[in-house]
């Protein structure tokens, strides 16, 4: 039966949807690819600029849909280890590997003018603002915890995994706690309630004792290296 054409763009579009679910190379891509997206919003590129950064994107996600296509259709028909087979997916996972390190050029030569003057008011605020220094580290733990949980490949960016984000949250206000107040009830009573939060986790049997000392020790690790570095 011939395929009409709305047949070939669902088609299409499944196969699009498909790739962002259940691949996590495609999911970070499609993450970073929103951030730059709204970063280009608030920056004043020219028209060059942005076809650039358009084609620049899509370079990366077709290259990774390619390799992920090719994995799949290699995996169906070899079911035993092939050198040819390994030799193909390393070629396709390094043309992945060099669009990815082209867009990283490119986005270097673009927006490191434009996001200068803007980082450096950011960074004059933060630092004149304790609020704004939490505030920050906070959303540098979380997303580096995210993105550990999602390298790591085992529960969900909210739900288990390792390292646990409760933990390394709860032990990064703890930190921030004796930073500023710089008391020893204020330490104390900050530290207990993160260990209360972390022993909640192994409780509850959502994460291993590794995975809360680890989240806890990136949480804390983070805080202190932010702290040295603005204040």
């Known amino acids: 039966m011939k395929k009409s054409l709305l047949d070939s763009f669902n088609y299409a579009f499944e196969g699009i949807i498909k790739a962002i679910i ?8 499609v993450t970073i690819t929103i951030a730059v997206l709204i970063v280009c919003f608030f920056c004043d590129l020219s028209k060059i600029e942005i076809l650039i950064v358009g084609i620049t ?20 028909y070899f079911s035993e280890y092939n050198n040819y087979v390994k030799n193909a997916k390393d070629i396709a996972a390094g043309a992945v590997l060099i669009s990815v390190i082209n867009s990283i050029i490119v986005g270097y030569i673009i927006f490191s003018d434009k996001l200068k003057p803007i980082a450096y008011n950011v960074l004059e605020k933060i630092k004149n603002s304790n609020s704004h220094i939490v505030f920050l580290i906070l959303i540098i733990v979380i997303s580096i915890t995210l993105i550990l949980k999602i390298l790591n490949g085992k529960g969900t960016p909210f739900m288990g995994g390792m390292p646990s984000g409760h933990s390394a949250v709860a032990f990064s206000i703890a930190t921030s ?11 104390i ?10 022993q909640s986790r192994v409780d509850s049997k ?22 040295q570095l603005l204040l």
Not at 177 to 187: D, E
């Open 189 to 198: 009573l900050g530290f207990v309630l993160a260990i209360i939060v972390a």
């Open 22 to 29: 259940e691949e996590r190379n495609m999911k970070i891509h």
């Open 206 to 227: 959502t994460h291993s004792i590794f995975e809360v000392i680890l989240g806890g020790l990136l949480g804390s690790l983070i805080t202190i290296l932010i702290f």
């Open 177 to 187: 706690i004796a930073y500023l107040t710089r008391t020893p009830s204020g330490i």
């Open 57 to 76: 994107i899509s370079l990366v996600l077709i290259t990774e849909m390619i390799n992920t296509a090719l994995e799949d259709a290699l995996d169906a």
